[in-house]
């Protein structure tokens, strides 16, 4: 008998019945954790010796779950899956993952991601590929490439990732799981480490939406060492979840999601552009109002530029702490400049230099304005239009992506221009600071695809129980990766 | 030919009257055992943020009042991003000018030599300091106690016209720091820093055209008042002679370094060379809102600053204009004072003590008021001692003397050398009329018209009573009783 693969409520029930001990569950978890290493690649530790946790009436006691690798925690190696912090055991755990230990909670291992986050595709980071569950010879996406293919997996439950352009959202698609990223503050990112602070989230990926609140409940709070974070403890989630959206309003966007917009489209993008249109009448069978919107394609067209013009300049910033002095191997080096210059030169990957060049570049004074101060521009102007559909509509609802995983042979990095506002707009989800969640609803080529539900700020609760009741009507909630033959 | 000199100052003074650093919960102690006030944050372990110290923002509004600059709507940090071994997070939480720092276009008059001046305030920043480095042959070592403690950046605009000006402002603003309760604002312990710029031109030219000024050149790291002295003459010497020697015009716009050993300004970068610091705004900081009644209330807790003390004492006090400058020199002194008076002791006694006798043996002692074993509650007994004519002021001097070395109270010494005055008439009289028994010539003498021998007899009574004897009542009484022989 097995428990990982079930939904926290079903293991907690099961834990208070006296049917399994933590101690079992933990066993469990780990057993599944050399496996799926084996597999796929997806852990940066596995904590073979971890203690059991007394089962409690919080709901997360005793339940094993994963961090991903660029979450501090004290006395556990965290890497960011980056070389130059291969051997960093921090001092300080981040005060999301206390939230949870304080539930109760454990932690059996610590999951690969892009170096950083800053990537897509899960293939960066420095222990190597990470291979999808479902099929090794495609992606998970990324950058929460481990915690996705651990939970699609069955490892357990749960597992906390960060989004800072879909780095939740994608890999929770590519595995057909479920990916939650709250609104921007409800979860301290104090602990995090930083990719680019005004659009990176701390959130979940999980097997079902109510699993997401559960799990948000237990990682959010406001949080002295994060003067981002607000005080959402009148805010419950999980509780709140009642599945009644019969009125409830949604628009979907004319230019992302009409299959005559791509005038190349292959098989796969019709397959999912198909499936997205059959979820949209899901909704409207459920009682809701679905509306398609048009907005103009030269706004959306800007989205990714934005993105990579604002998220490397952050970065290039956020990771100058980056030196081997004071943590991260000490370079060698005649002076401290070289011995700096020696460091990041060996510990980087070829795309985060790539990014801090871009990152010095926009933010350089003679091109401040024209790159760096445009994008902040534009994407006030883009979460301006996303706050006045807002106005009209509870939550937008958009395909993720442009079809299932991804090769990872050939395709990699390479964006088809055609289809890159599809593969970007989670990031408005960044922009705007919006909540944001993924789910699965189908197949394409025997692989999930998802779909994306995203809400005004502080509206957590109405985007939830729009994927609550849209998941109780499709056949996709807990599923497990299969792997295709 | 003459030469006008324009110089303008950037004065940093480390704000440290604040509990704790301005975005970490460390002490703010920077003299404290190295390395000993550090949080995570201090060391820029990833994963922190910064937390903005509200005190330290209460100060710097404060500050920000007093030099008459405009505050602005909303506060704003911003990152300055380079690298160098002291500061780990490889940027400095500052403020720029755009959006507004804590101040904005101030003036501030001020005295040089008696003579009112004025100068006008470009912006006043509030910023994090840097940690410290010492180098040795073998190596360098850094104290984090200073990293992150709070830092008031005051950017002059070219308004000095010497040296003397340039001084006489720091000292100016030093006293402003002390009596506003912000800093200490003490170069010994490196808490004021400066960076000098001055340029010359044409006497006949009119300087408030900025097209006839001269090439600016920026002095760096000029760590104490008499430094900035120095090196403004020295750099104004070095540009006259440039100029004789007709070589003016090929200097280039320039950054220095002042070399306190050599007494001489040393090249550092010419402007070309300047770094980028590539600002952005800082997006762990929320903007915060600054509220009109905050400001009121910052408003109206200015404490009294030194030039209100002044004209009080010379007011209200009698105190002489001369007096009155010595007592308000130093925070401590005119605190000194002040206490004395509340105590209930004579103003002008006060003063005399404290100007006449206190600051010049503490000066010889190498101590400040604060470490003076006489304390203001000593000071007003004495004081009360000798217009209660307890002692004579003769006796007073030898008390105030032993106070001070042994911190007894005057009251304690006079008892145990019986220092107590005879002031009991009756016992005066007894005295007087043993002594004219004893001196019958002498009363001869003084009929016979030598009557200036009465001070040989006064001085006989005092003798005979140890000093004991209340000169003044010893003379009347003299008087009278010589008369009556």
Redesign the interface.
């Given at each position: 008998m097995s428990y990982m693969d079930k939904t926290i409520e079903e293991v907690h029930e099961a834990l208070v019945k006296g049917e399994v001990t933590s101690k079992d569950l933990i066993k469990e978890a780990l057993e599944k954790s050399h496996e799926v290493q084996e597999k796929c690649n997806a852990f940066v530790t596995i904590m073979d010796d971890v203690k059991e946790e007394k089962v409690t009436d919080e709901l997360l006691s005793g339940i094993p779950y994963g961090i991903k690798d660029n979450?501090?925690t004290k006395g556990i190696l965290?890497t960011?899956s980056s070389n130059t912090?291969k051997d960093?055991v921090?001092?300080?755990t981040?005060t999301a993952i206390d939230n949870l230990a304080k539930k109760g909670a454990v932690a059996v291992n610590k999951t690969v991601l892009d170096e950083f986050g800053m990537g897509g595709t899960g293939t960066t980071g420095h222990t190597g590929i990470v291979t999808n569950p479902w099929d090794k010879t495609r992606m998970c996406a990324g950058s929460s490439a481990g915690s996705a293919a651990a939970v699609a997996a069955g490892v357990y439950p749960y597992a906390t990732g960060s989004d800072t352009g879909d780095s939740i959202r994608k890999p929770a698609a590519y595995c057909g799981i479920v990916g939650y990223k709250p609104t921007y503050g409800m979860i301290s990112?104090?602990?995090?480490?930083?990719f680019?602070?005004?659009l990176d989230h701390c959130g979940a990926l999980t097997r079902s939406v109510k699993d997401a609140a559960i799990v948000v409940d237990g990682m959010k709070g406001i949080d002295?060492?994060?003067?981002?974070s607000w005080d959402s403890s009148n805010m419950h989630l999980y509780e709140s979840i009642d599945g009644k959206v019969k009125g409830k309003k949604l628009c979907y966007i004319k230019e992302l999601c009409d299959i005559n917009m791509y005038p190349n489209a292959d098989a796969e993008l019709k397959a999912h552009l198909e499936n997205f249109m059959k979820t949209i009448e899901k909704c409207k069978n459920l009682g809701m109002e679905v509306t398609e919107e048009s907005v103009d394609m030269t706004l959306l067209s800007a989205i990714p530029s934005v993105y990579v013009v604002i998220s490397c300049?952050?970065a290039?910033?956020n990771?100058?702490?980056?030196?081997g002095?004071?943590?991260g191997p000490r370079a060698e080096g005649d002076k401290?400049?070289t011995e700096?210059k020696n460091y990041r030169t060996k510990g980087f990957s070829p795309l985060i230099k790539r990014r801090f060049v871009i990152g010095?570049y926009v933010?350089?004074?003679e091109n401040?304005d024209r790159y760096?101060h445009n994008a902040q521009r534009v994407r006030r102007l883009v979460v301006d239009k996303w706050n006045e559909l807002f106005e009209k509509y509870d939550a937008v609802i958009l395909p993720v992506g442009s079809g299932p995983a991804k090769k990872l042979e050939g395709s990699k990095d390479a964006l088809d221009k055609n289809t890159a506002i599809l593969e970007d707009h989670l990031q408005i989800g960044n922009f705007g600071g919006f909540p944001s969640i993924t789910i699965p609803n189908g197949f394409v080529s025997n692989l999930p695809v998802g779909v994306n539900i995203t809400g005004k700020c502080y509206d957590d609760i109405n985007v939830l129980n729009i994927a609550y009741a849209l998941e109780s009507s499709m056949g996709y909630k807990n599923q497990i990766a299969r792997e295709v033959k | 030919m003459g030469y006008k000199v324009l110089i303008g100052l950037e004065m940093h003074c480390e704000i440290s009257n604040t509990k704790t650093k301005v975005f970490s919960s460390a002490i703010n102690g920077y003299s404290d055992k190295a390395n000993t006030n550090i949080r995570p944050v201090d060391m820029a372990f990833p994963g922190t943020l910064p937390v903005v110290n509200k005190e330290a923002v209460r100060l710097s509004l404060m500050a920000s009042m007093i030099l008459g600059c405009t505050q602005p709507e909303y506060l704003y940090f911003e990152r300055k991003n380079y690298y160098y071994p002291d500061l780990p997070k490889g940027f400095q939480i500052t403020q720029e000018t755009k959006p507004a720092p804590i101040g904005s276009y101030g003036k501030l008059e001020y005295e040089v030599n008696g003579e009112k001046k004025s100068v006008r305030i470009n912006n006043l920043h509030l910023e994090e300091d840097a940690a410290s480095s010492d180098h040795y042959a073998s190596g360098s070592r850094i104290n984090y106690n200073r990293a992150g403690v709070p830092l008031l950046e005051l950017v002059t605009e070219p308004d000095f016209r010497s040296a003397d000006e340039a001084v006489a402002f720091l000292e100016t603003m030093r006293s402003i720091y002390q009596y506003a309760d912000i800093s200490e604002a003490d170069s010994k312990k490196g808490q004021v820093r400066c960076d000098v710029n001055v340029s010359i031109m044409e006497d006949n030219l009119d300087e408030n055209d900025p097209k006839n000024w001269g090439t600016k050149i920026e002095i760096k790291n000029v760590n104490s008042f008499g430094g900035v002295r120095d090196a403004i003459n020295y750099e104004i010497q070095r540009q006259i002679d440039l100029k004789e020697d007709g070589k003016y015009d090929e200097m280039p716009q320039q950054t220095r370094r002042w070399d306190e050993e050599s007494g001489t300004t040393i090249y550092m970068r010419s402007k070309v060379d300047a770094i980028d610091y590539k600002y952005f705004v800082e997006p762990n900081i929320p903007k915060f809102k600054i509220s009109k009644e905050w400001l009121e209330e910052i408003r109206k807790s200015i404490p009294r600053l030194a030039f209100e003390r002044k004209e009080q004492y010379i007011n209200e006090y009698g105190v002489s204009e001369y007096d009155a400058t010595i007592l308000v020199k130093e925070k401590p002194v005119a605190d000194f004072f002040e206490k004395t008076i509340s105590l209930g002791a004579n103003p002008k006694s006060a003063s005399n003590w404290i100007t006449t006798n206190l600051l010049g043996n503490l000066n010889k002692m190498e101590l400040t008021i604060d470490e003076a074993k006489l304390t203001p509650e000593h000071l007003a007994e004495l004081i009360k001692m000798v217009e209660d004519k307890e002692i004579s002021s003769q006796q007073a001097k030898g008390v105030f003397t032993e106070s001070l070395e042994t911190g007894k109270s005057p009251h304690d010494i006079a008892a145990e050398k019986g220092l107590k005055q005879i002031t009991d008439e009756g016992e005066i009289v007894k005295i007087t009329n043993e002594v004219l028994d004893e001196n019958p010539d002498v009363i001869k003498q003084y009929k016979n018209g030598k009557t200036n021998m009465v001070n040989y007899l006064v001085g006989q009574v005092m003798k005979k009573t140890g000093g004991k004897a209340n000169p003044s009542l010893a003379r009347d009484v003299m008087a009278k009783e010589i008369e009556k022989r």
């Open positions: 979450y501090s965290s960011g912090l960093y921090p001092f300080f981040a990112r104090y602990g995090l480490f930083p680019a602070s005004s002295k060492y994060d003067m981002t300049a952050e290039t910033s990771m100058s702490n980056l030196t002095f004071i943590f401290w400049d700096m010095s933010l350089q004074a401040k760096f | -």
